[in-house]
């Protein structure tokens, strides 16, 4: 039976797919018939459910159904979604799902790896590379920095080593060790134990550093020898000579360790962050002097094709590699050869790897490398990389489930990623695509418009059909968007108030790039993806305000060894502000690194909004009867969280033959707190089930408490209003986690003369809650600030008062200001790969 809903357009019952009773998260019980072998798209504003019909509802049950049929021992192998809450699916192939996500913890993830690129290079190099003469044939294996057999072993495969320095750990070689010259050592108690050590072996500590022997010096600092010496406290140096002479009782037996030492032990051993993040600035990262930073053995390194060993070869561009792999894939075969089977190989595995190749650069990613680490690709960079892995495996009938593809695409690049959905849609496969791009909604064969607001307000079928039927559906935000004049660019141009200028930029593709960033108005920067737009505006622009304004940048511990050596080496920036920066008072970056790195770090408490909700529990009668204090409501402390869970809120339950899987405590049942706190209200509400309000919800239950609803209506400001107020922070996307950051910014007092910078805030948002969040940024810069942005968004860019255009090209093809100005002025540029999409020629039809 098809669903009854008027905006529910019939699909042949042949060739659909027949939802009946989803209600996975905010989902309605919906009904609704989707098309196979066809582009659907999933539209609606930011929390509206579409995700949870795309991804919790459709491939969770796909990937149910496939599991059943898959032995207990390889699931448990298997990254699963759960059992959704549907009455029932008719109709539905196997399918696959792309989702956004953060690239691997580990720097081991190369987009080499990620692409299976690799593997074909090291067979490659293994079966038809040119080896000096003499040297054995090694296998593909040798040619990994994963293996044993590849694996340069000095730096394990890593490139990089970690170096302490006499320069870091003495940085004033003036001083005396009695006057903490090696800073190194640990402070209090323990750094006077090893000064006093040092004088009962005979150092002198009260001559500056500098003065001391070199092998005096060497020894002190890394000395892998720890001997136990007899220490008096309290003892000068020559009472403690006479101590030892006349072999008088010391106050007790210390152990020496040197500063090298004392710094790596404390580093790999320690479960203080704050020691562990104070010893880690004395560890410098270097690139590893053996393999120069390829990560190979030189026996590896010594084989070569195309003129290049493997580490070279990776260190092009795709672009590049496209070039060198062409010659190879199309060398025709010579009656001289000596070995003509050596030759066919080349061609053969050249040409496959070529196919790869392209597949990649096809989508725009020709500017990354093949040793590009995941961790610091965008989540869209990492969805594309696996879109044209999928494009290669040639699968047929299958649904690819997709979560926003074009994030952190241009729209030129936006383009050629319509060109690869449509040439999966013509093996014969469905593709289910979850989007905001205008461009993708309107290239689509279906539309599923869901909403029609966010969390409580959404969950329903607002339109299910071809796109122009959404025209007509008057309570569709994506339907208004769609089919309504662009009144965004009606407002004219704001004029700056000053000019910040930057001159000789260095980073990444930035060559002495001379740069002026207009003041008092709305900045967007432009460029296709890879131009050197975040190199300019999030590092190096960042880099020097900051330094100028002597905000330090923030330093992220890491938690081990392995992640201290897997640190990329950090491009360093060149440059000057050489004028206006009189006019910048403060920096603001809101990026859009994680809010916290554990499931105890969430929206309420980032943002300050929660302390407030303790306050008002510990002020309730029952409350002040028992004694609670605020801190009896916070589900991190002993006495008011639940002993079980310890207020984690779940515990881990381990099967045999499946996956460890996460249930709700079965103490508190999930409420993270124990019963005696859940015994104290505020209006008939415990502090779990505040938890659990959604900001929308939160902001009508605290509507006459002010210092809460500041915070909450900050949130909602920025489209936030269907997150809940316990969402733990690993739940947040990127997006999510910078708009956070942006409204616990906009609730604090307003200071004129800052500058903010944001990279990519549009991203996950619907153009909806982007007019919403842009009037928030245009607040900003009424108040008498200046906000500077990198956006993709053209309908960001248009509603801008200036931009700067980064290209033309991306990689070696950017790096250059192409153009800039008010953006009407900018869409009149004639190289600018942005100008034909600021501006479209009719912004109300198709």
Not at 202 to 223: A, E, N, V, Y
Not at 640 to 667: D, I, K
Not at 701 to 718: G, I, N, T
């Amino acid at each position: 039976m098809a669903p009854s809903n008027s905006n529910n357009v019939p699909c042949n019952p042949e060739h659909c797919i027949q939802v009946r009773g989803a209600r996975v998260h905010n989902l309605k019980s919906i009904d609704v018939d989707l098309p196979r072998n066809a582009l659907v798209v999933f539209t609606g504003i930011s929390g509206s459910g579409k995700s949870s019909l795309a991804f919790g509802t459709l491939f969770a049950e796909s990937q149910r159904r496939y599991l059943d049929s898959v032995s207990p021992y390889a699931r448990r192998l298997i990254d699963q979604v759960g059992e959704p809450d549907v009455d029932a699916i008719d109709g539905l192939p196997p399918a696959v799902a792309l989702q956004q996500q953060r690239g691997a913890p580990s720097a081991r993830s190369s987009v080499g790896s990620v692409t299976t690129i690799s593997n074909g290079l090291r067979m490659l190099y293994s079966r038809a590379g040119q080896y000096p003469r003499g040297q054995q044939i090694l296998y593909a294996d040798a040619f990994s920095p994963n293996t044993p057999e590849g694996a340069c072993s000095r730096c394990h495969g890593i490139g990089r080593v970690f170096e302490v320095t006499e320069k870091l750990l003495v940085p004033d070689d003036t001083k005396t060790i009695r006057d903490r010259a090696i800073v190194a050592w640990p402070p209090a108690w323990q750094g006077q134990n090893l000064r006093d050590i040092l004088v009962s072996l005979g150092h002198d500590i009260d001559k500056p550093w500098k003065d001391l022997p070199q092998k005096s010096r060497d020894w002190i600092l890394f000395t892998d020898e720890t001997p136990v010496m007899p220490v008096y406290a309290g003892f000068n140096p020559d009472e403690t000579r006479m101590a030892r002479e006349q072999n008088l009782s010391p106050s007790y037996m210390g152990t020496f360790t040197s500063a090298r030492r004392y710094v790596l032990h404390s580093f790999a051993t320690t479960q203080s962050h704050r020691t562990k993040k104070r010893v880690s600035q004395f560890m410098q990262i270097s690139e590893c002097p053996d393999c120069n930073g390829k990560k190979l053995k030189r026996e590896s390194l010594s084989v070569k094709f195309a003129g290049l060993d493997i580490g070279e070869l990776s260190q092009l561009t795709l672009s590049e590699l496209a070039v060198r792999l062409r010659d190879a894939a199309n060398a025709k075969l010579a009656a001289s050869d000596l070995h003509p089977e050596k030759m066919i190989v080349v061609r053969r595995i050249a040409s496959d790897i070529l196919a790869r190749v392209e597949a990649l650069t096809t989508l725009g990613l020709g500017y990354l490398s093949l040793e590009r680490s995941t961790p610091t690709l965008s989540p869209g960079e990492l969805q594309r990389l696996r879109l044209a892995t999928q494009i290669r495996s040639q699968l047929f009938g299958v649904i690819y489930v997709l979560d926003e593809p074009s994030a952190g695409l241009h729209p030129s690049d936006t383009q050629a990623l319509l060109g690869a959905l449509d040439e999966l849609k013509r093996a014969g496969n469905s593709l289910f695509v979850v989007e905001h791009d205008d461009s993708v909604i309107r290239h689509a064969d279906w539309i599923v418009d869901i909403g029609p607001d966010a969390g409580i307000h959404g969950g329903k079928v607002v339109y299910n059909g071809p796109i122009d039927g959404l025209r007509e559906v008057k309570e569709s935000h994506t339907g208004r968007y769609l089919f309504s004049p662009d009144i965004a660019a009606d407002r004219a141009p704001r004029q700056p108030t000053g000019w910040l200028k930057l001159a000789g930029i260095e980073r990444n593709n930035l060559r002495g790039l001379d740069v002026e960033f207009p003041l008092g108005v709305l900045t967007t920067v432009t460029g296709v993806s890879g131009s050197g737009k975040s190199s300019l505006v999030s590092q190096a622009l960042v880099e020097l305000v900051g330094e100028t304004l002597g905000q330090k940048k923030p330093l992220e511990t890491p938690d081990d060894e392995t992640e201290l050596l897997e640190r990329e080496l950090e491009s360093s920036t060149d440059g000057r502000i050489f004028d206006g920066i009189e006019h910048v008072r403060r920096l603001v970056t809101v990026d859009q690194k994680p809010i916290g790195r554990t499931p105890r770090s969430n929206l309420a408490t980032y943002t300050g909004l929660f302390d407030h909700v303790r306050k008002l529990f510990a002020s309730t009668h029952k409350a002040k009867a028992r004694h609670y204090d605020v801190g009896r409501f916070s589900f991190n402390v002993a006495k008011g969280r639940c002993p079980n869970c310890e207020g984690a809120g779940f515990v881990s339950v381990e099967l045999l033959f499946l996956p460890s899987v996460y249930a709700p405590c079965p103490v508190c049942q999930g409420k993270r707190y124990n019963a005696k706190t859940l015994e104290i209200t505020y209006r008939d509400k415990n502090i779990a089930e505040v938890l659990e309000f959604t900001v929308d919800t939160a902001h009508e239950f605290f509507s006459d408490e002010p210092p809460v609803l500041r915070a909450l209506e900050a949130l909602l400001q920025v489209g936030l209003g269907y997150l809940r107020l316990g969402q733990p922070a690993t739940e947040l996307s990127g997006g999510e986690a910078q708009r956070i950051k942006l409204a616990t910014e906009l609730q604090r007092a307003q200071r004129s003369d800052t500058l903010y910078i944001l990279d990519e805030p549009t991203t996950g948002l619907h153009p909806a809650d982007v007019t919403m969040l842009m009037a928030q940024l245009n607040g900003l810069v009424d108040a008498g600030n200046s906000v500077i942005m990198v956006e993709h968004n053209m309908l960001v860019a248009r509603s801008s008062d200036w931009v700067i255009d980064i290209g033309p090209g991306a990689g070696d093809e950017g790096g250059t200001v192409v153009t800039q100005g008010p953006p009407a002025s900018v869409a009149r540029s004639k190289i600018s790969r942005t100008a034909p999409f600021l501006f479209p020629l009719t912004q109300a039809g198709i």
